[in-house]
DNA sequence: TCCGATCTGGTCAAAACTGAACACATTTGT
DNA sequence: ACAAATGTGTTCAGTTTTGACCAGATCGGA
């Protein structure tokens, strides 16, 4: 990952594929925000005010139950934002979404990017692309929480957490490990066991090191490479090889 | 549902929203198509040619890994369609679809519905609302399979079928269902069996029929409530759209 | 009408997960 | 330095789920 991740930390990816007209109108309004791990950033049904685009900063999107209960379907890190269906469209935010690792992060008012997204094709593209990506990430998350073991859910939590966090230890108890993943902590426990026995991690009282990355990844299930893969390449125009259409020329309407 | 649900079986709620002129330049391009139920319309990674708006027709997107099991991850009738990401942008589909009820449909040329997405703001309002009311399932399937019993999915899964079927019996085998659900076939029997004696279904060799939907709704977890609560309203401009949770639901049978 | 394929239901044994409770260790705040 | 709060590991006793396998029922096609 050290590759790809050299990236500065005030830099988020969706922000810098911007066309440099729209990213030069979006600049003025982005203000930087900071907020404590675990802060809620958005209720469930909340409104949304701002899109935000976290640059080292982790954002959770957790579905609610009736009975209070919560666990994780997505989460967003400098690749991607939050609100953007709220830009798009909806203003609304079905999910409550949390700081599940500080850092930097910038919002941007909504109506500004629903001007943006209305008038030009390529942020249409990019906002609807990495939409789509969102969405992928889910269904994996679908698969992974009914056809994988505990032990190799939480492999993939940590991966994904891994990649963001500089190295540095990740600050999550077994119980918050177990919301995130909607089990309970007893298997969260167990699954931590195992792992810090084969010498892949090493944690205490809610800092989790990571110390065989690799070691980890041959732990995990699929899905953690599957996601990453396809945030990695979101960015890169679709399927262009394919003959006769041509989407990037505006052809006329009906005329 | 019989209310809202007595629209004829020749139309389809997104494409009967568009706007007339939408509509017009539309019309021409709409075939009928007809597949079989259980046949494959597009595979997991598959290039779309064509979005699909299923009229009595119900399709299933399916995640796909690669040990080759495979597991629903949303379902989509005459309220939406499949393939609207292909529109908007992509043309690739992370999924599998398949034909889970025989039915009408209709298909439109990729190509079609981009220059429409390109030119008209409402049908971009139109395909983003359906999209993210598309997340949002995928989201609430997260929760579900995490966190409630096989026989609560079912009933779950039952009742969305079942408004869709008019009343027909419902063509599953448990093995099949052991596959949407991600479970295996023993807990969807115990399920089955379980809802049989309570008198909720009847079902014998791959034909269920629904007896008493009111008890399954009442056994059934909260989640069939919601998602069928936001398709029914995304259509309506956002402000009013519903967003959250709804009322309490069901305890499951002793069996 | 019979054969073969399919579907359901049952057994059995094992594994995984759950839930509550509690002791101990470590950290934090005073 | 001490008390209180928090996190982890364990126990025990449950339930649910899994997987393999087979018997009987039923259906459809030859």
Redesign the interface.
Known sequence: MPKAEVADLTSNRLLDALEPASRKRIDPHLRPVSFKLGVTVCE???LLRHAYFPQGAVLS?L????DG???E??NIGREGAFGL?AA????????RCLVQLEGGMVRCPIEVLQTEF?NS?HV??LF??Y??T???Q??????C???HSTEERMCRWLLMMHDRAEGEALPYTHEFLSHM???NRKSVTLAALSLQRAGLIRYSRGKIQIVDRRGLERVSC?CYAIVKK?FDAFLKP??TA?AG?S?RR??P??S
């Open positions: 469930a049904g909340g999107l579905t609610v139950l009736e209960s919560a666990i379907t997505a269906f798009m469209y909806s203003r609304v935010s079905f999910n209305r094709e249409r593209d609807v692309s939409s789509e969102l969405l992928s889910v269904q994996q998350t679908v698969a929480n009914a056809l993943l909607g089990t699929e396809r679709p399927a394919v259409n989407r505006g052809k309407l009906s």
